[in-house]
Structures are given as structure tokens and as C-alpha cells.
């Protein structure tokens, strides 16, 4: 099993900046992908960014030029900063970890409890 802990959410102005984080623990092997994901009241769960080993990342057309991960290898940990934040980018932001089974072809994904970020003047 992996365990995903979240930090860093919380309530902000419109124009502001926050830094989620996200541990990793447990039964970890090869990671493939760890990233985030946010999801909307009302609205279905969308890829915000992820970092892929070798540390190619990818970012949602709504965040580029705002967010940048980041990734500790030593520590298992990744990282969001979000830099001029909207209103529409309320919502919570679940960590994901993407890796191989050993000895299989098999990915294990493994989800956060999620943080809320809420941006409102």
C-alpha cells in the first residue's frame, strides 16, 4: 500500500500563491508519474499537472504560466505552486502516484485525501 499526504490548501485572494505538497510512504518501487489532479463541485475530476520520471512534466492548458510541480526524489515528494490564482481554480486537489507492480505489466494508482483550495476575495 501507498500513502499519499496532502498539505498546503487553504483559502486565498484572487492574485495570490499557494505551495501544496505531497509525501509518499508505504510500498513505493518505481514511480512512474506522481501529479495532481482537481476536482470542482459539480464537476468531474481533471489533470492539473504531472511529472513523469525523468522529470518531463505536463500541465493543463488553464494553469500554464501559473503552476509549476516539482518533485523531491530523495524525499518521495511533490510539489504545486500555484502563483496567481483565480476563483475558477477552486476546487480540491487530489495528489496521485502512478507505478509499476514488480514483475508485472500491472500500474498501481494510488489517490491523496485531497485539500481544498479556495480562491475568493
Known amino acids: 500500500q501507498v500513502q499519499l499526504v496532502e498539505s498546503g490548501g487553504g483559502l486565498v485572494q484572487p492574485g495570490g500563491s499557494l505551495r501544496l505538497s505531497c509525501a509518499a510512504s508505504g510500498k513505493i518501487f518505481s514511480i512512474n508519474a506522481m501529479g495532481w489532479y482537481r476536482q470542482a463541485p459539480g464537476k468531474q475530476r481533471e489533470l492539473v499537472a504531472v511529472i513523469i520520471s525523468g522529470d518531463s512534466t505536463n500541465y493543463a492548458d488553464s494553469v500554464k504560466g501559473r503552476f509549476t510541480i516539482s518533485r523531491d526524489n530523495a524525499k518521495n515528494t511533490v510539489y504545486l505552486q500555484m502563483n496567481s490564482l483565480k476563483p475558477e481554480d477552486t476546487a480540491v486537489y487530489y495528489c496521485?502516484?502512478?507505478?509499476?507492480?514488480?514483475?508485472?505489466?500491472?500500474?498501481?494508482?494510488?489517490w491523496g485525501q485531497g485539500t481544498q483550495v479556495t480562491v475568493s476575495s
Open positions: 496521485n502516484l502512478d507505478q509499476m507492480v514488480p514483475g508485472t505489466r500491472l500500474v498501481q494508482r494510488s
